[in-house]
């Protein structure tokens, strides 16, 4: 079956850095990736998502990376800002059916 | 911008009340799904449906039980709640195509 997993639970940046959060996951055979911002008290909130026929696609100041061969997904945040805080959570599923897998989720930090 | 509406926001009630969670989505989405999410953790997909008269179970067993007799609503039941369903729950909804799931703001449910 399918399982996701964030590398690291926790992470603290610098405001004005650039922020990496990665994520791996098992079943090679899925074919659709997404990241999602979940803030304090509220539902996820849709952050860029990937087909599996891509290795790279870029949204306003973030950029998602898949490497298909490792299976290995990683969302890039340029120049982080206080209001990036929260939990990102990568998942992978089928687009089709729209069934995703999610991983635990990173938290990320902003320090001014 | 999806409009996905949860209430209540949060419930506190006792051991054995039958307890129904709303879940309304203006979109005319045929996807629906609810999601079980404790504090700081993944999500696990606990139910979903892909129309009007269809329910699936999801990845994770739940006691809970869900109808979809009209597009836009999709109603999760507890029977009888137990100190264990004490969680947070998430519904989404999804459109046609390369749409990504839309979240609701969740459900904080607290079984005494």
């Known amino acids: 079956g399918e399982s996701v997993g964030l590398h690291l639970p926790t992470l603290s940046v610098q405001e004005g850095d650039n922020s990496i959060i990665n994520c791996a996951y098992s079943n090679s055979a899925s074919d659709y990736f997404i990241w999602y911002k979940q803030e304090s008290g509220k539902g996820p909130q849709f952050i860029i998502d990937i087909r599996s026929n891509m290795d790279k696609r870029q949204g306003q100041r973030v950029t998602v990376l898949l490497n298909k061969t490792v299976k290995h997904l990683s969302l890039q945040i340029a120049a982080t800002q206080p209001g990036d805080s929260a939990v990102y959570f990568c998942a992978g599923g089928y687009n089709q059916g729209g069934k995703l897998i999610f991983g635990q989720g990173t938290e990320l930090s902003v320090k001014p | 911008e999806a409009d996905i509406y949860q209430t209540p926001r949060y419930l506190v009630i006792g051991t054995g009340k039958k307890i129904t969670l709303e879940c309304s989505q203006t979109m005319g989405h045929d996807k629906m799904y609810w999601y079980q999410q404790d504090p700081g953790m993944e999500l696990h997909l606990i139910h979903y449906s892909y129309g009007v008269n269809s329910t699936e179970k999801g990845d994770l067993s739940s006691e809970s039980t869900v109808s979809r007799i009209r597009t836009e609503h999709f109603p999760l039941t507890l029977e009888s709640a137990r100190p264990s369903h004490t969680s947070q729950y998430l519904c989404?909804?999804?459109?046609?195509?390369?749409?990504?799931?839309?979240f609701g703001d969740g459900t904080r449910l607290s079984i005494l």
């Open positions: 989404a909804s999804k459109g046609q195509g390369d749409q990504p799931q839309h």
